[in-house]
């Protein structure tokens, strides 16, 4: 693990740079950054703005505009004559820097903008006009620091949350707040789905169905519930948490009526399409899925956008993740979706996380499915696989579904080999074999399969004694 130091230790090394070594603010701050970084010391947090030491060779070092604002903001809170103007210029202050990076928030945060901020809010949660301007510079300052959060905010959010449930201009930005302290966070996200977020959420989607912005936000706030990213925790909750959505929340019927007043809305698709594929985590969540008409919804905006990279990017993931289902498969099939599939590689050929993302729906409907596997071929899919393969070499994670959809293909249809052999297959899957350490075992299976010479290791091999008893 990479070792950190303070900001105040960063600045004293610029300063001493400055007063000792006659550099100027811009050459001591490149230095200092050096011999840190040479140590080994990680200083993604630090901020490194040379305009904060001062031009003379002393290097005093200027207030930091965060820091300004957090104490202005304070000393407003206790002062009732500083007009709103004032404190909303404050609060601005704290937003332009913290939007600025990481290192910003850091510094903001280590200097008590959670707590004043926190009281700002609870202060003015009646004032429409001040409630966003705080909830604005709050998002800005907890984008990446969930750990910030104490119980007292997690209440107020969501008492806001009920609160402003037929106000979407405040909502989105209350959501907001509720998302970014649920990335790589679970504790905050099982305290927060303790006080009933869900039920919430998916009430507030059903209500706003024309609010696009809302809408956008509260699917973003569902799938940062199904994430898995604390490393601190070794298992979190996130299938759970997305049965909870589905059973409880009854979102999978709330999305797909969404998804037909907006199916001209490429935005609003591509979100509640990356929603779907978060839910469907159970068979009987694909079926219905496909019951509620999701793969006709799909398949029409996908027919629809196919020149659109985003939206078939995303029909292409929720197409993959609802075809763990058998029944699925069949009705991608059926609707057209193979071909479809087939001419989305062709046209996007040259987007590596399209091909990624058509090469696993593709492994998906061909899995136990021999119909689909022709169909596959009937429409030459096997050469925008092996097409895709060529344009990009260096992506492992291409060259991993495609060989995984290519076996499909000839598992359980030994003639469809000669056909892929013939586009020069055999040694693209080798390049594929030889360069990508994490494609060794799709890649060997792929040519085993196909009839070509594969070498496998023998990880172990027992010595034919009987083992020493103690």
């Known amino acids: 693990m990479a070792k950190q130091i303070s900001q105040q230790t960063f600045d004293e090394v610029v300063q001493e740079n400055m007063s000792e070594f006659d550099m100027d603010a811009e050459e001591a701050v490149n230095d200092a950054v050096q011999q840190f970084e040479s140590q080994g010391v990680n200083l993604s947090i630090i901020v490194k703005d040379p305009t904060l030491y001062g031009s003379g ?24 004559e500083v007009s709103l103007t004032s404190l909303t210029d404050y609060l601005g202050a704290i937003q332009k820097e913290c939007n600025i990076d990481l290192a910003r928030r850091c510094l903001a945060g280590s200097n008590g903008a959670y707590p004043v901020l926190l009281k700002v809010m609870v202060s003015y949660q009646e004032n429409t006009d001040m409630l966003k301007c705080v909830l604005s510079s709050f998002c ?48 905050n996200r099982q305290a927060f789905i303790q006080q009933n977020l869900i039920i919430l959420l998916t009430d507030n989607l059903k209500q706003h169905k024309s609010e696009s912005s809302l809408i956008k936000e509260i699917c973003m706030c569902l799938r940062a519930l199904t994430l898995d990213d604390d490393v601190r925790v070794p298992f979190g909750k996130a299938h759970e948490n997305a049965k909870t959505i589905v059973t409880e929340g009854d979102a999978l019927k709330a999305i797909l009526q969404i998804c037909e007043e907006h199916e001209n809305n490429i935005s609003v698709l591509a979100e509640m399409f990356l929603t779907l594929a978060c839910l469907a985590v159970r068979d009987e969540f694909c079926k219905e899925t496909m019951d509620r008409g999701g793969v006709k919804l799909t398949m029409k905006a996908f027919n629809g956008g196919i020149k659109d990279k985003g939206i078939v990017r995303q029909a292409l993931i929720v197409l993959k993740a609802l075809a763990g289902n058998d029944e699925v498969k069949v009705e991608i099939a059926k609707l057209g979706g193979i071909e479809l599939i087939a001419l989305a590689l062709d046209i996007h050929q040259s987007n590596a996380q399209i091909c990624e993302a058509a090469c696993r729906v593709l492994t998906a409907v061909t899995l136990r499915n021999l119909n689909n596997s022709k169909l596959v071929m009937d429409c030459y899919g096997h050469q925008h696989i092996v097409q895709a393969m060529k344009l990009h070499p260096k992506e492992a994670n291409v060259q991993k579904y495609a060989c995984m959809a290519l076996r499909n293909l000839v598992t359980r249809n030994q003639q469809n080999s000669t056909a892929i052999l013939s586009l020069g297959a055999e040694d693209i899957i080798n390049d594929a074999l030889n360069t990508h350490k994490d494609v060794e075992d799709e890649a060997k299976a792929v040519l085993r399969d196909l009839g070509c010479k594969v070498e496998f290791k023998e990880l172990w091999k027992g010595t034919g004694q009987a083992l020493a008893n103690d």
Do not use: F, M, T, W
């Open 57 to 80: 060779d002393s290097g005093d070092l200027q207030e930091h505009p965060v820091i300004a604002a957090i104490k202005n903001i304070s000393s407003s809170l206790e002062n009732p």
């Open 140 to 187: 800005a300052l907890v984008n990446g620091q969930p750990d910030l959060i104490n119980v007292e905010g997690v209440d107020l959010l969501i008492s806001l949350l009920k609160r402003y449930k037929d106000n979407p201009e405040p909502l989105v930005l209350i959501v907001r707040a509720i998302r970014l302290n649920c990335i790589k966070h679970e504790s």
